[in-house]
């Protein structure tokens, strides 16, 4: 990663994601880390992460390149799920770009998922009730 100065704009750059709703099971550092890699370079895990004290989604920053489609779901074990990115809000959700939006979109492509399935070492918890 180098700056171009000749470049008007940035192509890569460091942006916070979400993964909201994430089972519990996979709140593992090394797991979440493992998911993020599919995104982007991690760059960091949110500590409260971590920790499942935020609760409601596992969040971490990553390096993304903005010249490619941005990944906009993942299927974890055939389970869809959504990948929500903090403060890129000129998102086109028809190509994945980043800096434009879908009703002047000049890309057509079908939906940018990544598949992966964890470890079958790692299950869900049995429920204990």
């Given at each position: 990663?180098?700056?171009?100065?000749?470049?008007?704009?940035?192509?890569i750059m460091m942006a916070?994601?979400?993964?909201?709703?994430?089972?519990?099971?996979?709140?593992?550092?090394?797991i979440i880390t493992e998911?993020?890699?599919?995104?982007?370079?991690?760059?960091?895990?949110?500590?409260?992460?971590?920790?499942?004290?935020?609760?409601?989604?596992?969040?971490?920053?990553?390096?993304?390149?903005?010249?490619?489609?941005?990944?906009?779901?993942?299927?974890?074990?055939?389970?869809?799920?959504?990948?929500?990115?903090?403060?890129?809000?000129?998102?086109?959700?028809?190509?994945?770009?980043?800096?434009?939006?879908?009703?002047?979109?000049?890309?057509?492509?079908?939906?940018?998922?990544?598949?992966?399935?964890?470890?079958?070492?790692?299950?869900?918890?049995e429920n204990k009730n």
């Amino acid at each position: 990663m180098t700056f171009d100065p000749t470049q008007a704009y940035l192509s890569i750059m460091m942006a916070w994601i979400r993964f909201p709703a994430l089972p519990n099971y996979l709140y593992n550092r090394k797991i979440i880390t493992e998911i993020g890699e599919l995104v982007g370079k991690v760059v960091k895990l949110d500590m409260n992460t971590d920790s499942r004290t935020r609760g409601q989604f596992a969040r971490m920053a990553v390096y993304v390149n903005l010249e490619k489609p941005l990944v906009s779901q993942i299927l974890i074990n055939g389970r869809s799920q959504k990948v929500e990115y903090e403060s890129l809000s000129i998102i086109c959700f028809h190509c994945g770009r980043y800096g434009h939006m879908e009703n002047i979109c000049n890309f057509r492509i079908p939906d940018s998922m990544v598949e992966v399935n964890i470890d079958s070492s790692v299950t869900a918890p049995e429920n204990k009730n």
